[in-house]
């Protein structure tokens, strides 16, 4: 019988595949050159009533100080204990995209930690499939299940979602529109889908992060969570508050079927 690590190689590397496969149409929408209609962080806070409550994590205020979002995809994973230990000695809060299929159902006891230690759980999907190849009905399953499935675990239902590789479309927004969830890009990645080079996923990350940083990582691959504890005391030393996604836009909301970046 494969042993558990052999299997969740074999998990990063079908990931790493698909990531890859997919990162030039990817490359082409982040970088303004396709249709998509995206939302900053800055943007969200300015269009909010000053009236408006706070996000649920903390009380920094972005407006004021240097944030930057620390984010998580395709977990949990055998990695991601380690990673929490790593966010609770540092006290950084982040925002974990998760998956269904082979993670949350496998790894339930570190949903439950994600969300008492006060990280922002989110969706990634269930089973890491492209929305923008799927018929409507696929897609609202791929949405709806993992968000039960972290609701039955923590009494608190996702209200946003990554969709895998980035790619998404009209009627992707449409259906989030319906099931109150925001969608969330990013604006640092460090590939780590590439590579399990810990120093070279931290000087990726830090050669790009600017204020309202969204970084993307994966805490399913070898080379990541080894890489966080650089990655946070170097931005730290920088200035830099970390946040979850949430609380980045705060004063403003995530609104259902917009994405932001």
């Avoid at 949903?111 to 230690?117: Q, T």
Wanted: net charge positive.
């Amino acid at each position: 019988m494969p042993s558990a690590t052999k299997k969740m190689n074999k998990t990063g590397n079908r990931f790493r595949a698909a990531l890859m496969a997919g990162a030039a149409a990817v490359a082409l929408s982040l970088t303004g050159c396709g249709s998509l209609d995206t939302t900053a962080p800055s943007a969200a806070r300015n269009q909010a009533a000053a009236t408006a409550q706070a996000a649920r994590f903390g009380t920094v205020d972005c407006r004021e100080a240097k944030c930057v979002a620390l984010t998580f995809d395709a977990g949990p994973s055998e990695h991601s204990a380690r990673l929490l230990d790593i966010l609770k000695e540092r006290q950084v809060p982040a925002t974990f995209f998760l998956l269904g299929k082979r993670h949350i159902e496998k790894y339930p006891e570190l949903v439950k930690r994600m969300a008492d230690e006060g990280h922002e759980l989110a969706s990634h999907t269930w089973d890491h499939k492209i929305l923008t190849k799927l018929k409507p009905e696929e897609i609202r399953e791929e949405l709806e299940r993992p968000n039960t499935e972290i609701e039955r675990l923590t009494g608190q239902r996702p209200t946003l979602m990554r969709p895998p590789q980035g790619r998404t479309n009209d009627t992707v927004h449409g259906i989030c529109r319906e099931l109150g969830m925001a969608e969330v890009l990013w604006s640092v990645t460090a590939k780590d889908y590439t590579t399990n080079d810990s120093a070279l996923i931290r000087k990726r990350v830090l050669d790009q992060v600017s204020r309202d940083g969204i970084i993307l990582l994966h805490d399913i691959y070898d080379g990541t969570v080894p890489a966080v504890p650089g990655i946070v005391d170097a931005l730290k030393a920088r200035g830099y508050v970390f946040v979850t996604v949430p609380q980045l836009l705060a004063p403003g909301k995530a609104e259902p079927g917009k994405v932001y970046r």
